[in-house]
């Protein structure tokens, strides 16, 4: 059996509600990723002996505790205080730490307030884990053997940490001896349908092999395998992964961390072309996704955000009879809008998204959900309709995922 790990999640804020935890989350699937079995999570507040006793119940049941949270220069910040007392060790100044911090200020042109001064007081002993976006540093403790991490709560503060440092850290101690993982994600069909497709797959794997995570970006299939023999286990992996792939065809748009937006660029720069967007009721999110992908001025031309019928008509070039006749939501005016964007925009594909996000503007012929999409190109135009359930944000969030999608299918076809 492999070690284990708990992580402590810290602040008033999290158990009130005000804030939601994706510390935990994040950290859960990273050392779950190391072969790292995460046998709990725990939710605590500012309070120095609840936190020194939460660490401390954590150390006699795991080898590896992560503390998320309370590292801030205030008052209600005591983690490294608590954690310091368990350890019995003196909290000392860190001159290096001090000046990263003076360093950080000064790039703002802004004084150093003194009270971040005490985030340059370390645990003796303790090792320093540079954090690249913020001035709270990460620490690492060790006592007999086991390891408590300290993140600040900040969750992209705590993330560049973890990858900066601690992760290469922590799969030492994992060791990744007999342990293979990887993600496939699919787009198109609901979690049981797929489920369903790949019963026969299935049947030849061991209880938890093979997790379904569902969500607006689709379904995430996480195979995860662990054995005596790391190659046997490398070729079996890709073996279930050829018969996922096979059993699936196009649903599966992506491997590992990649997004629709990031598999829709690669195809762009491969086939040399661009892309314009005309949104109505994503409201510029199919833009945002794009854009969220480094390099993405390479093939995406521009966006019209079309909310109103006169942008459309005015911008886009959609027939005021096609608005009349068949609504703004159909897919005669989703037509006309990726082939006025292709042309307002000079891009070799248009993609337009128009629909109703809701709650309210629903009929009986088009009810709240409906989405309607095209895809032009040089050798024409392609529609497509939807109807999504959900809150506004997640008919939002699908219709930018599946207007990329198309995007994709159309780039290779």
Known sequence: MGITAEI????????????????????GGQLESLGIAVQRTTAIGDDRCAIRGAVDAALKRSELVICTGGLGPTSDDVTKAAVAGLFRSRLVLNLAVLRSIERRFARRGVPMPAV????????????????????????LLERRG?????????????????????????ARLAGRGAFVHTTLRAFGLPESAIAE??????????????????????????????????????????????DIRTTLGPVIYARGDETMASVAGSLLIRRKLTAALAESCTGGLVGDRLTDVPGSSAYFAGSVVAYGNAVKTRMLGVAADTL???????????????????????????????GIAG????????????????????????????VFNGTRRVVKELAANT???????????
């Open 359 to 386: 709650p309210g503007g629903g009929t009986k012929d088009k009810p709240v959900g409906l989405v309607c999409f095209a895809v032009a190109g040089p050798t024409g135009t392609s529609a497509d309709t939807r």
């Open 8 to 27: 402590i999640v810290v602040g008033n804020e999290i158990l009130r509600g005000l804030t939601v935890d994706t510390n935990s989350a994040y950290l």
């Open 146 to 170: 086991k390891l408590v991490a300290l993140l600040p709560g900040v969750p992209h503060e705590a993330r560049a940490i973890w990858k900066g440092s601690l992760r290469r850290m922590t």
């Open 403 to 413: 207007a990329l999608d198309l995007l994709r299918r159309h780039l290779n076809r």
């Open 116 to 139: 971040n001064r005490g985030q340059a007081l370390v645990p003796r002993g303790a090792a320093v884990l540079r954090n690249p976006q913020g001035t709270a540093p990460g620490l």
């Open 324 to 354: 009349r006749r068949h609504g703004a939501v159909s897919v005669e005016t989703a037509r006309e809008m990726a082939r006025g964007v292709r042309r307002r925009l000079q891009a070799d594909i248009g993609v337009a998204v128009t």
């Open 197 to 242: 497709k790949l019963g026969r797959v299935e049947a030849r794997l061991a209880p938890g092999e093979l997790a379904y995570l569902p969500g607006t970006h689709g379904v995430d299939l996480r195979l995860t395998l662990s054995g005596p023999d790391r190659r046997r286990l490398r070729a079996r992996l890709s073996a279930i992964e050829r």
